[in-house]
């Protein structure tokens, strides 16, 4: 089903996507409820989990599927909902229940797929260079962030926020 298959850890790769694209979680694709769960099956054998320390598989892997490459990655934190950005812009967000991240051609969405992914159009820029990093990818002018580092909140904490903490332990 899959050919060509190729992974890594922690390098950025050369790609040339270019069309249409959904970014989603592979397994609302490939998965047991929406297809057979051989293809699932063997997206999993593409991580090699065994071949790395602690078991964590590829940073990494493409593949092709009827001669278009399909690229995948892993989350920085599993499961989750994580935002897509395009020119600096967030233009939607996916979920994620396998872990995983996967830009797949729109063309190998089965017709009758209720994706909840998110379409982008890819043109290819930058010399196909393709960085992923700690679960983020930069594609293009196209960014997929799951490590959180976008969330303004994490950064907006005062001395106030602590002084509150502080009197309801205290009122305990």
């Known amino acids: 089903m899959f ?4 992974g890594g850890q922690h390098q950025p790769q ?3 996507l270019k069309g249409e694209y959904v970014i989603i979680d592979p397994c609302y694709i490939w998965g047991s409820l929406h297809h057979s769960s051989k293809a699932w099956d063997e997206i999993h054998k593409m991580w090699e989990w065994d071949k790395y ?3 964590c598989g590829h940073d990494w892997v493409t593949c092709e599927k009827d001669g278009k490459t399909i690229l995948m990655f892993g989350t920085a934190y599993g499961d989750g909902s994580y935002p897509v950005y395009q020119s600096g812009i967030m233009i939607g967000e996916f979920g994620v229940d396998s872990g995983k991240v996967a830009v797949i051609p729109k063309e190998l969405i089965p017709k009758n797929n209720n994706h909840t992914g998110v379409e ?3 043109d290819g820029t930058l010399d196909g260079l393709v ?3 700690a679960g983020n990818a930069i594609i293009g002018d196209v960014q997929i962030v799951t490590d959180h580092s976008d969330d303004e909140d994490e950064d907006d904490f005062d001395e106030e926020d602590e002084e509150i ?5 205290e009122n305990d």
């Open 3 to 6: 050919t060509n298959v190729k």
């Open 14 to 16: 050369k790609l040339h």
């Open 53 to 55: 320390p602690n078991n």
């Open 120 to 122: 982008v159009t890819l």
């Open 131 to 133: 960085g992923i990093s």
């Open 165 to 169: 903490e502080e009197e309801d332990t």
